[in-house]
């Protein structure tokens, strides 16, 4: 029996690139299969039959119909303005309070800087090195704030993966019908460089430093004084520490809880107290004037309220100029972290992360821990010993 060729089978219907139908036998059943492109993605489904003249007609009738009956509709195109929208609903909120600021800054600025109605799926290489030479200029920077200077690498860095963040979380997102949001994240690759401080500047307090900002710290008063000893002792974030309340404090046991909401990276965990802590706290519990489970560091008018960021910011600059230092920039509550970290540098990197909040190890490394000369010294005169015991035993 004569065997048909298989380019006989074979038959288009329509135009490429609008309605372009075809159909052909499947190799392994016979039956005819018909594929057509929607939406950009092929889509193929058999027939059901092995009768080619019908085949044809199935052809002809789906391509002057185009799109297929069962196609699905256009979807909405993802435009920034929509994408922040979501994002800042029901992710934001999820942060600390100092991210959420950060973030609703930014994407205002986005929406300024690219357009509330561009579509996301338009962004470019472009789009992100212009926001960078415009960001690093002061040609553009958050609403309601001065434009006039330019900023850091360290804050476009951030500015940046925010934006990275929002379109990767629209990669795994939907919407109410279902369909993801957005295919594949258009500023994603190799060429996409994050800007980076080359010598990015991380100030340590050294221990005679925190001695004269010590004894003159009552004079700046007491929730001050409690505050840098906690800063000190327990090697947290300002941000946390002014967040504190009662009901997070153990003096007996000699506790403290740092709530998930207050730190940065949204971690809560438990962590010992020094003596020298437990020891401020008890004097802090006499003096404080909240009746409750209030603030452990209140504000001036308002015991049920925190003390502001930019009071405990005031506090510093009065205890660095009651103790003689001149002020150095980078040395403010931070420095006191880093300090933290530097000092407990012979500990596992898993139990110092623990005792200061780090979600990654590696961060201690790469931007808190700091060795000072002597610690390089003593390393140095360690090799020596080691290696003096190495040549008697042999």
Not at 68 to 93: C, H, I, N, Q
Not at 293 to 301: E, G, V
Not at 302 to 330: C, F, H, I, Q
């Amino acid at each position: 029996m004569a065997r048909t060729k298989k380019s006989q089978q074979n038959y288009t219907a329509g135009a490429k690139g609008r309605n372009r139908v075809r159909v052909f036998p499947d190799p392994k059943t016979g039956m005819f299969q018909v594929e057509y492109r929607r939406n950009g993605r092929r889509e193929s489904r058999s027939l059901k039959h092995r009768d080619l003249e019908l085949a044809k007609t199935q052809a002809d009738k789906l391509a002057a119909n185009f799109p297929p009956p069962d196609a699905e509709p256009e979807p909405r195109a993802l435009t920034l303005g929509w994408l922040f929208d979501m994002y800042s609903k029901e992710v934001t909120p999820k942060k600390a309070e100092s991210t959420q600021k950060h973030d609703r800054r930014a994407m205002e600025m986005f929406r300024q800087f690219f357009g509330a109605e561009r579509e996301v799926a338009t962004l470019n290489l472009r789009d992100w090195d212009r926001f960078i030479r415009d960001r690093r200029s002061g040609k553009i920077g958050p609403p309601h704030g001065p434009t006039a200077t330019g900023v850091g690498d360290r804050i476009i860095e951030q500015n940046l993966q925010l934006l990275r963040a929002t379109l990767n979380w629209a990669v795994g997102a939907r919407d109410d019908q279902g369909t993801i949001l957005l295919n594949r994240n258009p500023l994603h690759g190799k060429q996409f460089v994050l800007p980076r401080e080359k010598n990015p500047r991380r100030v340590v307090i050294d221990e005679a430093q925190y001695a004269a900002i010590l004894e003159v710290a009552d004079k700046v008063g007491w929730p001050f004084h409690v505050a840098l000893v906690l800063a000190h002792e327990t090697g947290h974030r300002i941000g946390a520490i002014r967040k504190l309340r009662w009901s997070d404090v153990d003096l007996q046991a000699g506790k403290i809880r740092w709530r998930a909401e207050n730190e940065k990276t949204g971690y809560e965990h438990v962590t010992p107290l020094s003596d020298e802590a437990v020891a401020v706290l008890e004097q802090a519990r006499r003096t404080s004037p909240g009746i409750g489970d209030t603030p452990i560091l209140a504000a001036p008018r308002d015991p049920t309220r925190y003390v502001s960021r930019n009071l405990v910011r005031d506090w510093w600059e009065r205890a660095e100029a009651l103790s003689g230092l001149d002020p150095v920039k980078g040395r403010g509550w931070h420095s006191l972290r880093r300090k933290f970290a530097s000092d407990l540098m012979d500990r596992p990197l898993k139990v110092l992360s623990e005792l200061g909040g780090w979600k990654r190890t590696q961060t201690i490394i790469e931007c808190y821990q700091h060795p000072d000369q002597e610690q390089l010294r003593d390393a140095l005169i360690g090799r020596r010993r080691a290696s003096s015991g190495t040549e008697q035993r042999e």
